[in-house]
């Protein structure tokens, strides 16, 4: 419980420097998200719920890619559906480690080989965001301010070298911590010696899956984006006019944001800044593009919960039968 209220008081407080931020007042924002809510309709609600759904189809697809032949793809949704649920309502993003828990325990796999698909999805992560960042900036035309071209092409350039490293770093630190007796640098070994023996077409292939998947993520956002556009009202006009290339831009202040630690509760205050703080800079007035921030924090939360529930509700019990690796003796396990 004490946990709970100091999210709920971080996230109100966040909220508040969010509205002092940009001069808000309290009746305008209400009213502003009031509008932005009614202009849903479910036609598109219903679309920007399946491209969300078909990205938890992409999320457990790249663990198949990493993990391949260990289990059957609508297990690997169902346990990334869950993940990302966990990660969603636990503070300081602690629901990270449920994904190599979850693989133990119902698809058999080692935590330090979960662990280490862990840290390759979270960089292709990153470079799918930076890369549809960088997509958003070159073809959009209300981006006025190009500046965060430079920090977004270096991330995803650091990002490409680290992930081609990744393999003979891994080797090195492999056999540096391979007769370890330490649980923690055995585990570390281990880890690295899952990393080290991704064969780089599978690195390829899944950094093309997160593309896929992170492009499927943009355009539920920007579905319910366009859903609350129309041509009257205050909020409607303003948002009306965003084009998919603007959105890229727009949502990835969203998807960066959402990776930072900050405990708040189911994201609540963080989400609304990098929505708010995106969208602004294509063009966006205030008030509206707080409205559209609020209302799709609402709809995206539906849907992640409504996911993750039936994740639970289709979780597996056992191990996957016939994998040898279902019985590896993991040392690190608790």
């Known amino acids: 419980m004490k946990r709970l209220l100091t999210a709920l008081l971080a996230a109100v407080v966040l909220l508040g420097l969010l509205a002092v931020g940009f001069d808000l007042?309290?009746?305008?924002?209400?009213?502003?998200?009031?509008?932005?809510?009614?202009?849903?309709?479910?036609?598109?609600?219903?679309?920007?719920?399946?491209?969300?759904?078909?990205?938890?189809v992409g999320r457990g697809l790249?663990?198949?890619?990493?993990?391949?032949?260990?289990?059957?793809?609508?297990?690997?949704?169902?346990?990334?559906?869950?993940?990302?649920?966990?990660?969603?309502?636990?503070?300081?993003?602690?629901?990270?480690?449920?994904?190599?828990?979850?693989?133990?325990?119902?698809?058999?796999?080692?935590?330090?080989?979960?662990?280490?698909?862990?840290?390759?999805?979270?960089?292709?992560d990153l470079g799918a965001v930076a890369a549809w960042l960088l997509v958003g900036l070159s073809a959009s035309t209300a981006v006025a301010d190009r500046s965060l071209a430079l920090?977004?092409?270096?991330?995803?350039?650091?990002l490409l070298v680290g992930l081609l490293a990744v393999r003979p770093l891994s080797a090195l630190a492999a056999r540096h911590f391979h007769e370890s007796?330490?649980?923690?640098?055995?585990?570390?070994?281990?880890?690295?010696?899952?990393?080290?023996?991704l064969p780089l077409q599978r690195l390829a292939l899944a950094a093309a899956v997160s593309l896929m998947t992170w492009l499927l993520t943009y355009g539920a956002c920007f579905a319910l984006l366009t859903d609350m556009g129309s041509p009257t009202g205050t909020v409607g006009p303003a948002l009306a006019g965003v084009s998919f290339v603007d959105s890229l831009v727009g949502s990835t202040a969203l998807h960066l944001v959402?990776?930072?630690?900050?405990?708040?509760?189911?994201?609540?205050?963080?989400?609304?800044?990098?929505?708010?703080?995106?969208?602004?800079?294509?063009?966006?007035?205030?008030?509206?593009?707080?409205?559209?921030?609020?209302?799709?924090?609402?709809?995206?939360?539906?849907?992640?919960?409504?996911?993750?529930?039936?994740?639970?509700?289709?979780?597996?019990?056992?191990?996957?039968?016939?994998?040898?690796?279902?019985?590896?003796?993991?040392?690190?396990?608790?």
């Open 151 to 158: 920090p977004a092409g270096s991330l995803l350039a650091t």
């Open 25 to 56: 007042q309290a009746s305008t924002a209400i009213t502003g998200v009031a509008e932005a809510a009614g202009n849903l309709s479910w036609q598109l609600v219903g679309a920007a719920f399946g491209m969300y759904a078909l990205s938890y």
């Open 62 to 124: 790249r663990l198949a890619v990493l993990l391949p032949g260990h289990a059957p793809l609508a297990r690997l949704v169902s346990i990334s559906a869950r993940h990302n649920l966990l990660n969603l309502v636990l503070p300081l993003r602690s629901g990270e480690a449920s994904l190599p828990l979850m693989l133990k325990g119902e698809v058999g796999r080692p935590l330090a080989e979960g662990t280490a698909a862990l840290l390759i999805a979270r960089i292709l």
């Open 258 to 334: 959402g990776i930072l630690p900050i405990n708040t509760l189911a994201g609540i205050g963080p989400w609304e800044a990098g929505w708010t703080a995106g969208y602004v800079l294509v063009g966006v007035e205030e008030t509206a593009a707080l409205a559209s921030a609020v209302v799709s924090h609402g709809a995206i939360l539906a849907f992640v919960s409504l996911l993750g529930g039936l994740g639970w509700v289709l979780r597996g019990r056992v191990p996957v039968a016939g994998q040898p690796a279902a019985v590896e003796n993991d040392p690190a396990s608790p």
């Open 181 to 197: 007796d330490g649980r923690i640098t055995g585990f570390i070994g281990r880890t690295a010696g899952h990393l080290a023996d």
